[in-house]
């Protein structure tokens, strides 16, 4: 069972951000396809695809040669601050204070962009350069979410196959149905990739520092209770300081 924790928590968690981060860059891919054609989305999306393999090719191997209680404090302090960003900012939506990402909205934008680009001869660049910023930009946050949550404890392997699997999801439905997957719950998403990165990061800053949790690995899942309780109290908290603000974890 203490094997397994790391293990599941690992592949949970690159898996749920991957799935997010690739539902957002789908959604550009796809206006870009449906609106110009498929050859510039999917040549800028090869593009930013192949540069995200070579910076993962290039400084995944100097991981190797940090010490490994110095790359887990060093990994986890960022795990916090990269977790406690997605987690402030859901919970902001589940109060209202922040909009719900709509991604009907930004397919709406992104075609209307493409059709005031429609003239210009450089359209097809145009439409292949915003595919490729669009794949870069999420791509890099989960390069990164893969490497941070796999690095630690030498499970990059696991946390790449739950960005993989994250990725062939998201192809095989949005290419299946042909729109932005505008159903997914994705704030609700974003709020338990927040509770698990910050966990990771409570417990490998620990690991760091020569912290010995009771339980070891299974401590994990008792920090993961207590930021989640944490966070539903400030949303709850939220909601009877801010009666008017309406929105929720469902999307």
């Known amino acids: 069972m203490q094997t397994l924790t790391p293990i599941l928590s690992t592949i949970t968690a690159a898996f749920l951000a991957s799935f997010v981060e690739v539902v957002e860059a789908f959604t550009i891919v796809l206006a870009v396809g449906v609106t110009r054609s498929w050859r510039p989305a999917l040549t ?50 589940s109060v209202g204070v922040i909009a719900l990402h709509d991604e009907e909205a930004a397919f709406s934008k992104e075609t209307a962009a493409l059709h005031r680009q429609a003239n210009d001869r450089r359209a097809d660049y145009l439409a292949g350069l915003a ?47 042909h729109r932005p997957l505008a159903r997914v719950p994705e704030n609700a998403l974003k709020f338990v990739v927040g509770l698990m990165l910050t966990s990771f990061g409570i417990f490998w800053t620990g690991e760091g520092i020569g912290a010995d949790w009771p339980g070891a690995d299974l401590a994990l899942v008792a920090i993961f209770a207590i930021v989640a309780l944490a966070s539903f109290a400030m949303v709850r908290w939220l909601r009877a300081a801010y009666p008017t603000l309406s929105g929720g974890l469902a999307r």
Do not use: D, N
């Open 131 to 177: 595919s490729f910023k669009a794949v870069l930009l999420e791509g890099v946050e989960v390069v990164f979410i893969v490497i941070a949550v796999g690095a630690a404890h030498g499970q990059t392997l696991y946390a790449s196959l739950g960005a993989l699997a994250a990725f062939v999801l998201v192809m095989l439905i949005g290419l299946a149905v």
């Open 44 to 93: 800028g999306a090869a593009l930013a695809l192949a540069l995200l393999a070579a910076l993962v090719l290039a400084f995944g191997p100097l991981l190797a040669l940090v010490p490994i209680t110095t790359l887990q404090f060093v990994v986890g302090v960022l795990l916090i601050l990269f977790g406690m960003r997605w987690l402030r900012k859901a919970i902001l939506r």
